[in-house]
């Protein structure tokens, strides 16, 4: 068809989490290593303009909040014309993989969120 397909927007808000905590010092795969993942609990997104294939997409990622067992992300998505493709949320929640239950992070991560919250503009 021509179009990036919706579907494939969640994979792309996945890349960007991931990012946003590498640059401030969190690795995802150091997280799951200690025994912590971070699942989906919802998502929700508004699409204005469809991307096309080879536009080179950018997404805006903000925390919305500081997270105690519930993260909040919020996210743009624009085309490399400055235009306004979606904008979403996550709600995420974090677990122990032991025994999937929620929990709170370890004080040593949650120093590392809050130096994002408190070092990245909000949209």
């Not at 990036?4 to 795969?29: M, N, W």
């Not at 990622?61 to 979403?88: D, G």
């Not at 122990?96 to 990245?120: A, D, S, T, W």
Request: overall charge neutral; some cysteine; hydrophobic content about 40%.
């Amino acid at each position: 068809m021509g179009f990036v397909h919706h579907s494939v927007f969640p994979i792309y808000f996945e890349e960007a989490r991931t990012e946003i905590l590498r640059k401030f010092g969190i690795s995802y795969h150091d997280l799951e290593n200690e025994g912590y993942i971070m699942p989906v609990r919802n998502m929700n997104f508004t699409f204005f303009k469809a991307g096309k294939y080879d536009d080179l997409l950018t997404i805006k990622i903000k925390l919305t909040e500081l997270p105690k067992l519930r993260w909040n992300f919020s996210y743009e998505t624009h085309n490399q014309n400055a235009e306004l493709l979606n904008i979403a949320s996550t709600e995420m929640f974090f677990v122990r993989k032991e025994n999937l239950r929620p929990c709170v992070l370890p004080v040593k991560y949650m120093g590392l969120i809050e130096n994002i919250f408190n070092n990245e503009p909000r949209i």
